[in-house]
């Protein structure tokens, strides 16, 4: 029988982007529940203990990526509440009709912009929602970005990286700073539905 040492050291040292790789199951149980404490340990400590409202706002550069991130955290069971009309209202003043201002939000070629900053300024300030996702794959100016959006709010930021993991730009920053990052719309999901059911318990 495989060891299970590596995978249990993995997490322990990489927390919530280890979760994403190493497969639970099969995992004995007690060692099973140490593995979930570190990664609800970093949920707690990088999104906060619990999220103000359950609420999830997807942005992303990709009408299909942010319709296919929509589509997976709603099979989850994950709450995309639509856009208030100010938060609504003050993307459309920015994109000027190139995009859409919705939830999810297709953003074009603005989430590589100066503008980026406001746009997801205006969705985390909506009252309904408690989560930002970042859909994407930009450079380090992207994600100083949303790293300033993580340390002015007290809403979950999260990133669902869209390039490859060999990118050096960007990627390397996001995770430095700890921003809890997936790689593919169903993990993500997982992920934050796990969150809401450990802030639960």
């Not at 593995?35 to 942005?59: H, W």
């Not at 100016?141 to 990286?161: N, Y």
């Not at 999901?189 to 639960?200: D, M, P, V």
């Amino acid at each position: 029988m495989r060891s299970l040492d590596p995978d249990i050291a993995r997490i322990e040292r990489e927390g919530i982007a280890a979760f994403d790789a190493v497969p639970l199951e099969g995992l004995q149980e007690e060692l099973r529940h140490r593995c979930i404490a570190v990664v609800r340990i970093e949920y707690i400590d990088v999104l906060g203990l619990k999220p103000n409202v359950p609420g999830i706002a997807v942005v992303s550069h990709s009408g299909g990526i942010s319709s296919l991130t929509a589509d997976m955290c709603g099979q989850a069971g994950l709450d995309l509440p639509p856009l208030g009309e100010e938060a609504r209202d003050g993307i459309n003043g920015i994109l000027k009709g190139f995009g859409w201002a919705a939830n999810p939000a297709d953003v074009t070629g603005f989430a590589n912009s100066e503008s980026f900053p406001q746009i997801i300024e205006h969705m985390t300030n909506d009252p309904r929602m408690g989560t930002l996702v970042v859909a994407s794959a930009g450079a380090d100016t992207q994600a100083q970005q949303v790293i300033s959006q993580r340390d002015r709010t007290d809403k979950g930021v999260v990133f669902l990286w869209t390039g490859s993991r060999d990118a050096k730009a960007g990627l390397a920053q996001l995770k430095h700073a700890r921003i809890p990052i997936f790689y593919t719309p169903d993990k993500l999901a997982r992920g934050l539905q796990s969150r809401l059911a450990a802030c639960r318990t």
